[in-house]
C-alpha cells in the first residue's frame, strides 16, 4: 500500500514537473470578482466555497475575537513550526498556535501540535495570565458561532442541489455565488438550529474539536514563494488539502487582516490580476489544468467556509498582502489516534503484559507470543515518538499560555519507563 501510494505521489510529482515545463511564461488563467465570468466560474465549479462578508457576523464577536488575536502576538504565544517536506526540514513562514479541547492534538506535514486548552467544563485549566484565559474563551467562543454558520451552510447546499436537480433553472440573471457572498445568514436565535436526527453526520462533520490560528508580517519576510501556475503573486501558504481531518469535514476560516487606509483596493489592478496589496484566498481544481483558478480576496473579518468534499477535490492556498494578518482557520481534526485520552488507553493495554505482583528488579512478562509483543513495541514507539518526542523539541512553548500538558507528559514518561523494562 505504502509503495502504491509512493508511486502515485511521484507520478503527480512528474506531471507537475511536466506542467510547470509547458507553462513556462503562460501561465493558466485565474479570476477575480472584477473578472465578468468570476461569478458563473464560483458557481459552476467552486459551489462548495461558502462566504461570509464582515457585516454579517456580529460586531461583539468580531471585537471578541481581534482582541484574542492581538494579545496571543502580545505574549509572544505564535512560533514558526519545523516541519518535514519530502525528506527535508523546514520552518513555516506563517506562526501558529493550536488552541482547542483539552488533550486534543493536530499533525500536520509530520509535525504534532498540542492545543492549548480553551475554557471547557469539567477540566481544570490554569492560564498564565487572565488576558490568555480571555482569548482562549472568545476564540471557544467563535468556534461554537462557526460550528452553527457551518450547519447552516451544509443544509442550504444540500437544499439547492436538491433545487437543481428538480427544477430547470430559468433566471440566470440571479448569481448563486452572489447571493451566497451577499446573503446575511445569521440568524439572532441561534439556538433555533437544529439538525436532522436522521442526518447526524452533518453535525460531526462540522463539530470542530479545535482551531489552528496563524499569523504573518509579510514585510517582515524577506523572501516568499511565487505562486506557480497561474502567476498569483506571493504565497504566505503553498497549494495544499488540509489533512489530518475527519472525511468530508468543513473547515470554517475567520480572516483579520489589519489593513489601514494606506492600503486601498485598486480596480485597475483587479482587472489585470488580483490585487497584491490584499490577501486572497486562492483556489484551484486538483489536478485540472482546464478550469480557470479563484482568487477571492479577504477583508477583516470575512469569513469563508470549504464544505463536504472541496478539501479533497480542491487545493488551497494563502496569498499574502502587504499588511500583518491573523485567522482562525476551524477544523474536526480525526482524533481516533490523536488525543491523550487515546495514548494513555494505548499504555494502559501495553503493560497488560507486564507481570507486576513481584519485586521490580524480577518482573517479567506474561506473553512472549509474537503479536503480542509486537503491539507492545509498536505502542511503545508510538509514544516515544509521536507524543513525548513531539513534545519535547518544540520546546517549552505552551508555557507561554498553560502549563496543562506537563502532568500528561509525566504520565506518558513514566508508562514510557515501564515499557523500556518490558523492552530489556
Not at 21 to 31: F, I, S, T
Not at 241 to 270: F, G, K, M, P, W
Request: charged share 25%.
Amino acid at each position: 500500500g505504502t509503495m502504491k501510494r509512493r508511486a502515485g505521489e511521484r507520478e503527480k510529482e512528474l506531471k507537475k514537473k511536466k506542467l510547470l515545463e509547458e507553462l513556462g511564461e503562460n501561465r493558466l488563467p485565474y479570476l477575480t470578482p472584477a473578472n465578468a465570468d468570476f461569478h458563473q466560474l464560483w458557481k459552476t465549479k467552486y459551489s462548495k466555497l461558502i462566504f461570509r462578508k464582515s457585516d454579517t457576523v456580529p460586531e461583539e464577536l468580531h471585537q471578541m475575537v481581534q482582541e484574542s488575536f492581538l494579545t496571543l502576538r502580545e505574549h509572544n504565544c505564535f512560533f514558526q513550526d519545523l516541519v518535514r517536506i519530502k525528506g527535508k526540514d523546514f520552518l513555516t513562514p506563517v506562526s501558529r498556535i493550536l488552541i482547542g479541547n483539552p488533550g486534543c492534538t493536530y499533525k500536520y506535514l509530520n509535525t504534532r501540535l498540542f492545543t492549548v486548552p480553551w475554557p471547557t467544563e469539567g477540566y481544570d485549566i490554569k492560564y498564565c495570565s487572565p488576558q490568555i484565559h480571555d482569548a482562549c474563551k472568545a476564540l471557544m467562543s467563535l468556534n461554537d458561532y462557526l460550528h452553527i454558520e457551518a450547519v447552516k451552510a451544509l443544509q442550504g447546499h444540500l437544499f439547492e442541489t436538491k433545487e437543481i436537480k428538480a427544477t430547470t433553472v430559468t433566471d440566470e440573471g440571479q448569481s448563486f455565488a452572489t447571493s451566497l457572498m451577499e446573503q446575511g445568514s445569521v440568524s439572532k436565535d441561534q439556538s433555533g438550529v437544529c439538525v436532522p436526527e436522521d442526518d447526524k453526520s452533518l453535525k460531526n462533520r462540522t463539530s470542530y474539536n479545535l482551531t489552528l490560528l496563524n499569523y504573518m508580517d509579510p514585510l517582515q519576510m524577506l523572501y516568499l514563494k511565487q505562486e506557480p501556475y497561474f502567476g498569483m503573486g506571493n504565497m504566505a501558504v503553498s497549494w495544499h488539502h488540509d489533512e489530518n481531518l475527519v472525511e468530508r469535514s468543513t473547515v470554517a476560516v475567520y480572516n483579520y487582516s489589519c489593513e489601514d487606509s494606506a492600503i486601498q483596493e485598486s480596480n485597475e489592478q483587479e482587472l489585470k490580476g488580483r490585487d497584491p496589496a490584499l490577501w486572497h484566498v486562492g483556489l484551484k481544481v486538483a489536478w485540472d489544468i482546464e478550469t480557470p483558478g479563484l482568487a477571492l480576496p479577504l477583508h477583516q473579518g470575512d469569513i469563508y467556509l470549504m464544505l463536504d468534499d472541496l478539501n479533497l477535490t480542491h487545493q488551497h492556498c494563502v496569498l499574502a498582502g502587504l499588511s500583518p494578518r491573523f485567522s482562525s482557520t476551524h477544523r474536526v481534526a480525526d482524533s481516533s489516534r490523536g488525543t491523550l485520552e487515546y495514548i494513555l488507553g494505548q499504555c494502559e493495554l501495553a503493560l497488560q503484559n507486564l507481570q507486576t505482583d513481584s519485586d521490580p528488579m524480577v518482573w517479567s512478562l506474561k506473553s512472549l507470543e509474537a503479536a503480542v509483543v509486537k503491539q507492545v513495541e509498536e505502542i511503545h514507539n508510538e509514544v516515544e515518538f509521536e507524543w513525548l518526542r513531539q513534545f519535547w523539541f518544540q520546546g517549552k512553548r505552551y508555557l507561554k499560555c498553560t502549563d496543562w500538558w506537563l502532568k500528561p507528559m509525566a504520565k506518558l514518561e513514566e508508562f514510557w519507563r515501564k515499557l523500556e523494562i518490558m523492552v530489556s
